[in-house]
Structure formats: structure tokens, C-alpha cells
């Protein structure tokens, strides 16, 4: 069908069969003509949007895939193995990894039961330690740490070990994230990634679990699998993005940074080395062309013996090589480059570098609260997906080896304690504590919790240690000491008074009054009953207010 021009109202426009041709031309190209000049539209662009050469090079890699299609098997390999190799091959790396590790795992998180029997407490916290010590649960958390450190994330097989020296056989198995492997992933499978099965809501229900290693020294070529319920697979890992399955190293944002750092080492020492090697330079003063009474070829190089004298030729002048390398911006940019990766992980210079030299007190508090409050981020993923599922299983399995009779599924109301960094400031900390504690801002089981420690039992022991013969007594004693102290009263505690038990005459007395006192309400008259009533309320309250 043939184009055809519309006027303004939508119309077609018809060729006029009367009049000048010229005027006919003039209508037609005035009703085509808009009523309303309309102004050009504006488009708003962010420069990070455009597409130009330079920001071509910026960001070659963008795309806008989700997370699992980002975080492909072979990009994990790849990105995993050079975390590896930089980890094993360079001491500033090794160090944050170690570092990352101590602070959040260090020995352990404590166990604390928050049931109202103080008894069964202590005694499924000391079954607890026992099974820790002997499967090493410390140690293992520490190895998990480093692995989501290096390699993204690490996983870990619940199962029974029968050598273990303890009642309870559960143990856990650490597994490289490499194991977690679908040799023949189907293509296009809902809720399936490589080494995954997920329910809708993300929630992993299989897992793919090779039986060796692939890079050890079995034949890898096999390709035995098992798919194990998730119930059985703890998995550690940082999500970045949601519904992201598989984890990424965390160095992969550092690692252009530590070759750029190796590149410049090397540069500096090399030049250095250079430098080094060349003692003395030889300069002759004669003008091109004019005959030399000694060659600069018949001298060449030579060893300089030590306090020698030399004479040189006639025309020739000694001098040294002047060294420029290192700089005086290689300590800067050092820094620079050492802050910038130590900033991937949220840990000042100070810590990465292990150099507080230009670092005072304050400032090195401000740099700290950063990290520290990323380590107890981090401390609560642990809590949440390995300690408090391994101790689920655990307290299911030794409900049933020490037949506790309470029921083994859920598992009691707890918590985890993990022990804070030391202060550099012990007197000044101590103080600290002591005020909050004077002005009741702060409470004795916090602060004991803070160190990784249980408040009862620390009590307990010391009120034996110090010979008070209750808990209550101690806990008064220090109450006294503390506000003796800091809260500027110099008072001696309070005594404690012991409860007695009622003597006959006591007892006899207490029944005369209450027969007296029903005698009164039965002859009284209804309004001398209600007045009694409301007086025992009001001195009720008044008690209570007092």
C-alpha cells in the first residue's frame, strides 16, 4: 500500500484541481505544517551510560548477567587458582588471610546454653567441648575461613567418624569448593547450577559432591559423584548479590592491584641492582675525532680493589654512578597500593602492613572500628551456618548416646561466644569498664560475655576462690568495690541477710491476727468492709511505690 501524507488532523492531503498551481503548492505545505512548533526533546545521560571509546576501555567486561551466570565454573576456576598461587606466593597476602582468620575464628566461638537449668547447662557445655576438642571443630573453622577467603567459599560433610575419641562419632569433613563439581550439567535445568539443586525460594536442596578430588592424584578422568542432601552440606560463603549460589574469591577485586605492586618491586629492584653494579664511570675530555693516548676499549672493566690507589689516562675522569632507585615516592606509593588492597577487606594499612609507625592512638581507633565491625559481620555468618547447624545435629546425636530425657529436635535456646581482640590499653580499658559498670550502663555477664567467657561460672569460682559462701555475696562485694572506686562513694558493702525460718510463737501469732481480723469483717457492716478494702489497697500501692 502506498505511503500517504496526513495533514494535522489526520487526514490525507488531496491535490487542488482549481486554481494557481503556486498557491495550491502553498496550501499544501501550510497544512502540513504543525500548529505548535514543538521544542526538541532533551535526553539526560550519565557518563557512566555512554558509550565512548573511554569508557569502552573502563569497563570492557560489563553485562548484566545474575549471579550464577556471572560466577560460571570456569570463571570460578580460573579467578580460584590465581588467588591460590598469589596466597602461596606472597607474604602480604598470607598475612591478610591469617590475619582475617585469627580475628574471626581464633580457637573457637564458646558454647552457652540458655536454659533455666543452670545443671544441664554446664553438662551439655562440657559434652560440647569435649567433641570440639576431639574432632578439632576450632581448627577446622579456622581452615573454612581461610578457604572462603581464597577460594570464595569452602563446604564441610556431616557424617560419622567412628575413630573419634569421644561418645558423640559426628564429625564434619572439610571439602574444597572443587569437589562440589556436575561433570554433565544438563543444559537449561530450572533451579540447578554447577554442584547446586535449589527449591524456588534459593534454598539448596542437593548438592553434587565428587568423591576425589580433581586435581589429586586419582585419575580425575572418572567422574564419580554423589548427590547429597543438603541436610549433610554446610556451606561458607559471602553473598554479593542475590540469589547468588557459588561464591567468588574475595581477592578478585585485589588481584590487578598485588601484579601491579609485583611489577613495581621488581622494577625498583632491578634498577637498583643495576645501579649497584656499576661503581665508576670513566669520562674522557677529548673532543670526536682526535687521537686518544689510551682507547677506551684497552681499559674495558675491571675489579677495584680495596684502598687503591688509581691513575688514570691522560684525558679521562672518574666519577660515580649516581643511584636514584629507590625513589623517594617508593615508600608512598607503596602504601598507596598496600591500603587499596587491604580496603578489599575492610582492614586498615596498619593491620594489613602490620605498621602503626604513623599511626597515633586515636586514629587507629577510628581505622579499627572499620574491620572490627566487618569481623563481627563475618562471625555472624559462621554462627549462623556452620556452628549453630553442626550443634543442631550434634545435640540430636547425643540426646540419644547420653539419653537426655528432653527432646532432641529443636535444640535448646543458645548463643556463641567469640573472643574479642585484646586492647592496647589495658589500664585504660579497665577504667572504661569499671565507670560503665558504676553508672549501670553496662553489666557484669556482658562484660564477661564480650571476652568469650561464661558469666555464672566465672562467678561461681570466684566467689569460692575469694570465700564468700553464696554468689550473691560476692557479686555484692564487687558491686561495693566498683562504685567504691569510680562512682566516688567509699562504702562498705551491704550485709547480706540470710533467710530464717519461723519460730512457733511466730507462727501462733500470725494465726491470731488472721482470726482477729476475719472476726472484724464478719460483724462489720458492708460500708466498713469496703473502707477496710480500699485502705489495704491504698497501702498495697503505697508499699509497692516505695
Not at 530450572?190 to 568423591?211: H, K, S
Not at 634498577?271 to 670526536?288: G, K, R, V, Y
Not at 565491625?373 to 545435629?393: D, G, H, K, P, Y
Not at 576462690?465 to 568495690?481: C, H, S
Request: hydrophobic share 40%.
Amino acid at each position: 500500500m502506498a505511503n500517504r501524507l496526513l495533514d494535522r488532523y489526520g487526514s490525507p492531503l488531496r491535490a487542488g484541481t482549481n486554481g494557481d498551481a503556486r498557491a495550491n503548492g502553498e496550501s499544501q505545505r501550510q497544512s502540513m505544517q504543525p500548529a505548535v512548533q514543538l521544542r526538541p526533546a532533551l535526553r539526560a545521560l550519565y557518563d557512566a551510560a555512554a558509550s565512548t571509546p573511554t569508557t569502552a576501555y573502563y569497563w570492557p567486561g560489563a553485562d548484566d548477567f545474575d549471579a550464577d551466570r556471572s560466577n560460571t565454573q570456569m570463571v570460578r576456576q580460573q579467578t580460584r587458582k590465581r588467588a591460590r598461587w598469589l596466597v602461596a606466593n606472597d607474604s602480604l597476602a598470607r598475612g591478610i588471610v591469617r590475619t582475617m582468620a585469627n580475628h574471626e575464628v581464633g580457637c573457637g566461638p564458646g558454647l552457652q546454653l540458655l536454659t533455666k537449668s543452670d545443671a544441664f547447662n554446664a553438662m551439655v557445655q562440657q559434652r560440647w567441648d569435649e567433641w570440639t576438642m576431639a574432632t578439632g571443630f576450632g581448627e577446622k573453622l579456622h581452615t573454612m575461613v581461610q578457604s572462603r577467603v581464597i577460594d570464595g567459599e569452602c563446604f564441610a560433610l556431616l557424617g560419622s567418624n567412628p575413630n573419634l575419641d569421644c561418645d558423640v562419632k559426628l564429625d564434619i569433613k572439610l571439602l574444597e569448593t572443587d569437589q562440589i563439581f556436575t561433570p554433565w550439567l544438563p543444559w537449561a535445568v530450572p533451579n540447578r547450577i554447577d554442584g547446586v539443586w535449589f527449591d524456588d525460594w534459593g534454598n539448596p536442596t542437593f548438592y553434587d559432591v565428587l568423591r576425589w578430588h580433581p586435581g589429586g592424584v586419582f585419575p580425575y578422568w572418572t567422574w564419580l559423584y554423589d548427590t547429597v542432601p543438603a541436610q549433610y552440606i554446610v556451606q561458607l560463603m559471602r553473598r554479593e548479590r542475590p540469589n547468588q549460589h557459588r561464591g567468588m574469591s574475595e581477592f578478585t577485586a585485589a588481584m590487578r592491584l598485588f601484579a601491579e605492586r609485583k611489577r613495581f618491586l621488581e622494577a625498583v629492584i632491578k634498577a637498583a641492582e643495576t645501579h649497584a653494579n656499576i661503581s665508576i664511570l670513566l669520562e674522557t675530555q677529548s673532543p670526536p675525532g682526535l687521537e686518544e693516548t689510551t682507547p677506551a676499549e684497552a681499559i674495558g672493566a675491571a675489579e677495584i680493589p680495596q684502598n687503591m690507589v688509581a691513575a688514570l689516562p691522560w684525558g679521562y675522569k672518574a666519577s660515580g654512578f649516581k643511584a636514584e632507585q629507590p625513589a623517594t615516592t617508593f615508600e608512598m606509593f607503596d602504601r598507596r597500593l598496600i591500603t587499596a588492597i587491604a580496603m578489599t577487606f575492610n582492614m586498615p594499612y596498619a593491620i594489613a602492613a602490620c605498621d602503626s609507625s604513623q599511626t597515633n592512638f586515636s586514629s587507629g581507633r577510628l581505622d579499627h572500628q572499620t574491620y572490627f565491625s566487618m569481623v563481627r559481620v563475618n562471625q555472624r555468618l559462621i554462627a549462623r551456618t556452620v556452628c549453630t547447624r553442626v550443634f543442631r545435629e550434634w545435640f540430636k546425636e547425643a540426646c540419644r548416646v547420653y539419653k537426655w530425657s528432653v527432646p532432641d529436635s529443636p535444640a535448646p535456646p543458645h548463643t556463641w561466644h567469640w573472643v574479642e581482640p585484646e586492647y592496647c590499653d589495658p589500664e585504660a580499658e579497665a577504667n572504661s569498664i569499671g565507670t560503665e559498670l558504676a553508672i549501670g550502663i553496662a553489666s557484669h555477664s556482658a562484660v564477661l560475655t564480650a571476652r568469650g567467657q561464661d558469666a555464672k561460672a566465672v562467678h561461681k569460682k570466684a566467689a569460692e576462690d575469694l570465700g564468700f559462701d553464696t554468689v550473691p555475696e560476692y557479686l555484692a562485694w564487687v558491686r561495693a568495690n566498683i562504685s567504691a572506686k569510680f562512682g566516688g562513694q567509699n562504702r562498705t558493702p551491704e550485709p547480706v541477710l540470710e533467710k530464717q525460718d519461723p519460730t512457733d510463737a511466730d507462727v501462733a501469732q500470725t494465726k491470731a491476727d488472721v482470726a482477729a481480723m476475719a472476726h472484724i469483717l464478719e460483724t462489720a457492716s458492708p460500708d466498713t468492709r469496703r473502707a477496710i478494702a480500699a485502705w489495704a489497697r491504698g497501702a498495697m500501692a503505697l508499699g509497692s511505690a516505695v
